[in-house]
């Protein structure tokens, strides 16, 4: 069975850092491609970063929606089977609920964690 659990959200302030992990069980992240989702209260969610699969240089390498491109950065740490989220120089408008996702097939993501909350006061 597979599981996401997304952790590390919380409240801070406009140009803080913050960092969110998902801990993956029932797969290896070495072999799949993960990413990270938000949605904002009254918005559609929306995609941040992605990660690819790091045993194909094909599809390895990482990608970011342009809203967080510079100051979002997305990693891997193979050993805990665990993505992470780094997150700097946030803004108001990273407000929302982040989700980790896993496996890309058909054109959709097949799992997807709890998700966890991220508020960013002024």
């Known amino acids: 069975q597979v599981q996401l659990v997304e952790s590390g959200g919380g409240l801070v302030q406009a140009g803080d850092s913050l960092k969110l992990s998902c801990a993956a069980s029932?797969?290896?992240?070495?072999?799949?491609?993960l990413a990270w989702f938000r949605q904002a209260p009254g918005k559609e969610r929306e995609f941040v970063a992605r990660?690819?699969?790091?045993?194909?240089?094909?599809?390895?390498?990482?990608h970011y929606a342009d809203s967080v491109k510079g100051r979002f950065t997305v990693s891997r740490d193979s050993a805990k089977n665990t993505v992470y989220l780094q997150m700097n120089s946030l803004k108001l408008e990273d407000t929302a609920v982040y989700f980790c996702?896993?496996?890309?097939?058909?054109?959709?993501?097949?799992?997807w964690g709890q998700g966890t909350q991220v508020t960013v006061s002024s």
């Open positions: 990660i690819g699969r790091s045993d194909s240089a094909y599809f390895a390498g990482s």
């Open positions: 029932g797969l290896t992240i070495n072999v799949f491609n």
């Open positions: 996702a896993g496996v890309y097939i058909d054109g959709a993501y097949k799992y």
